[in-house]
């Protein structure tokens, strides 16, 4: 039986990599996005590419209605999902007490409340049909404290590693993708300043996936791709948290 992924942020970066992997593993794919053009774009080269049967669904993730109309697409018993890979993502330039409120509203909409919300529908429907396997795309963020972006990416490893153990009796594996800084589209649209990172530290968006999905495949619920980065988050979490929190001053 040809298996079925649904990618939520699917139409660049990370997202554009998972849809492209999954399609060329032969996995009939649920492209979620927020722009109906660049889906339909996306859903055409990938079934020239791949051959694979590629539905599209145009919500906005940081709105209730968004999330239901992705959640639908998980539940949906005529085209069950096996795979959820939990993308979307945005950041915000500033730091946290300098932003407008609600766009820090919508970010946590986003980052937090989206994903939970897709886990609940993946969890309910994946457990009543033998399982299946869930993604959450977090950050290497996740452990040091640099504000808003950081805590929420911590919040998604936690409930993440939760999950992986708790749902194990009903075969759903649950893993936190933590990556570093990956050469996406991801930080032009925050207006982040990133001309200061160093050229080892970038990333590229298809080893990132190829390492998530390695791990998913060895049920590891916690992928942190290539060694540089497995060793800044290990001395993130092994250092006192009072020099960590020093380093990581300038984030927000």
Same mark, same amino acid.
């Given at each position: 039986?040809?298996?079925?992924?649904?990618?939520?942020?699917?139409?660049?970066?990370?997202?554009?990599?998972?849809?492209?992997?999954?399609?060329? *593993?032969?996995?009939?794919?649920?492209?979620?996005?927020?722009?109906?053009?660049?889906?339909?774009a996306?859903?055409?080269?990938?079934?020239?590419?791949?051959g694979?049967? +590629?539905? &599209? +669904?145009?919500a906005d993730?940081?709105?209730?209605?968004g999330?239901?109309?992705?959640?639908?697409?998980?539940?949906?018993?005529?085209?069950?999902?096996?795979?959820l890979?939990?993308?979307?993502g945005?950041?915000?330039?500033?730091?946290?007490?300098?932003?407008?409120?609600?766009?820090?509203?919508?970010?946590?909409?986003?980052?937090?409340?989206?994903?939970?919300?897709?886990?609940?529908?993946?969890?309910?429907?994946?457990?009543?049909?033998?399982?299946g396997?869930?993604?959450? +795309?977090?950050? &290497?963020?996740?452990?040091?404290?640099?504000? +808003?972006?950081?805590?929420?990416?911590?919040?998604?490893?936690?409930?993440? *590693?939760?999950?992986?153990?708790?749902?194990?009796?009903?075969?759903i594996? &649950?893993?936190?993708?933590?990556?570093?800084?990956?050469?996406?589209?991801?930080?032009?649209r925050?207006e982040?300043d990133?001309?200061?990172?160093?050229?080892?530290?970038?990333?590229?968006a298809?080893?990132?996936v190829?390492?998530?999905?390695?791990?998913?495949?060895r049920?590891?619920?916690?992928? &942190?791709?290539?060694l540089r980065?497995k060793?800044?988050a290990?001395?993130?979490?092994?250092?006192?948290?009072?020099?960590?929190? *020093?380093m990581?001053? *300038?984030?927000?």
């Amino acid at each position: 039986m040809t298996r079925r992924a649904l990618v939520t942020g699917a139409t660049s970066g990370i997202g554009r990599a998972f849809a492209d992997e999954l399609a060329r *593993r032969g996995h009939d794919l649920v492209i979620v996005a927020r722009t109906t053009d660049r889906l339909e774009a996306v859903a055409a080269e990938i079934r020239t590419a791949s051959g694979v049967e +590629v539905d &599209v +669904v145009t919500a906005d993730l940081s709105t209730d209605a968004g999330m239901q109309l992705a959640a639908n697409a998980l539940t949906d018993s005529t085209s069950p999902v096996d795979l959820l890979v939990n993308n979307a993502g945005a950041s915000l330039a500033g730091w946290f007490g300098t932003t407008d409120i609600a766009d820090e509203d919508r970010q946590l909409d986003l980052l937090v409340r989206a994903p939970m919300h897709l886990m609940d529908a993946a969890i309910k429907s994946m457990a009543g049909r033998g399982g299946g396997q869930i993604i959450n +795309v977090a950050s &290497v963020a996740a452990f040091t404290p640099r504000g +808003v972006y950081s805590a929420h990416k911590a919040w998604l490893v936690n409930l993440s *590693r939760w999950a992986d153990v708790h749902y194990d009796d009903v075969n759903i594996s &649950v893993q936190a993708l933590c990556p570093g800084f990956v050469r996406t589209e991801f930080h032009q649209r925050g207006e982040m300043d990133v001309s200061g990172v160093p050229r080892w530290m970038w990333l590229k968006a298809d080893k990132v996936v190829a390492a998530s999905l390695a791990d998913l495949a060895r049920d590891k619920p916690l992928s &942190v791709p290539s060694l540089r980065y497995k060793v800044l988050a290990s001395l993130a979490r092994h250092l006192p948290a009072s020099f960590v929190t *020093r380093m990581a001053k *300038r984030g927000r």
